[in-house]
């Protein structure tokens, strides 16, 4: 099977990000809850009402931008577009023109996508992956799938989706430079970053994920390890 360019495929699928949000777990993973906000006529959270959309299933691969990938996962959740047609537009009702979606985790990441690529069928609010909920370490209670696009646009933990008219509403987490965050990060064209081609990024990046790997699950198994002695 043939991978996109730059891509590496692995056997397991690691909790990843950046280095700031290692330490930083939502405090209620097991309910969601999702604020619907910026230029639109009324604000909505959104809870319960989800379950009101069709549920879909989709095995899509899930490529992060430092170069691996983990194939085949499946995802089980709404799609996008249904929960933009469904509730979003009738009850948030976006002004014209805001087409510049935030989306934002509890932990503080964010990051932004063009409607246009979210209202594409394979653009999932997901709350299940490989048949069991999420976990704190692939997104729980909600994350983004955007399979099309890197890792880093798939954001965990969401609490808020926001549509804005300019694109000045958003900056992506301090103090990451913004030459990490292409507006469109589309995995098929290798766009790994701003102003930097894809290609040379790719080798930077690559270099960065054994530490990654190691510091995320080392900060989840210390959050696990105060999780237990706290409930005691
Ligand atoms: N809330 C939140 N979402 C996030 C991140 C994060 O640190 N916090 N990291 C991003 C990056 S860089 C990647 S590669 C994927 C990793 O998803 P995983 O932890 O399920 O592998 O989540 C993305 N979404
Ligand atoms: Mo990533």
């Known amino acids: 099977m043939e991978l996109p360019p730059g891509q590496r495929a692995r056997r397991d699928f690691p909790r990843f990000g950046l280095g700031k ?9 097991e309910r969601i809850r999702v604020r619907i906000a910026g230029d639109v006529e009324r604000e909505l959270i959104v809870e319960d009402r989800l379950a009101t959309l069709p ?33 979003v537009c009738r009850e948030s009702v976006p002004l014209s023109g805001a087409e510049v979606v935030v989306f934002r985790g509890e932990d503080g990441y964010c990051s932004c ?5 979210l209202l594409k069928p394979d653009v999932m609010l997901a709350d299940r992956l490989n048949g069991q909920s999420l976990g704190l370490e692939h997104g729980a ?29 958003y900056r992506f987490p301090f103090p990451y430079p913004a030459l990490m965050d292409h507006p469109r990060a589309r995995v098929a064209f290798e766009e790994r970053g701003r102003w930097i081609p894809g290609a040379i990024l790719r ?26 002695t706290s409930s005691r």
């Open 141 to 169: 209670p909600l994350r983004l799938v955007a399979p099309a696009h890197y890792g880093y646009k798939n954001v965990k933990h969401l609490v808020a989706i926001e549509f804005w008219r300019d694109r000045r509403a």
């Open 21 to 29: 949000f290692a330490l930083r777990f939502p405090a209620t993973p």
């Open 113 to 117: 996508l063009m409607l246009d690529d």
């Open 55 to 87: 549920r879909v299933d989709q095995t899509s691969d899930f490529h992060c931008v430092t170069t691996w990938s983990a194939l085949e996962q499946n995802w089980s959740g709404w799609r996008f577009s249904d929960v933009y047609d469904q509730l």
């Open 203 to 228: 080798r930077l990046y690559r270099l960065i994920v054994p530490f990654t790997v190691w510091n995320f699950a080392r900060a989840l198994e210390a959050h696990r390890r105060s999780q237990s």
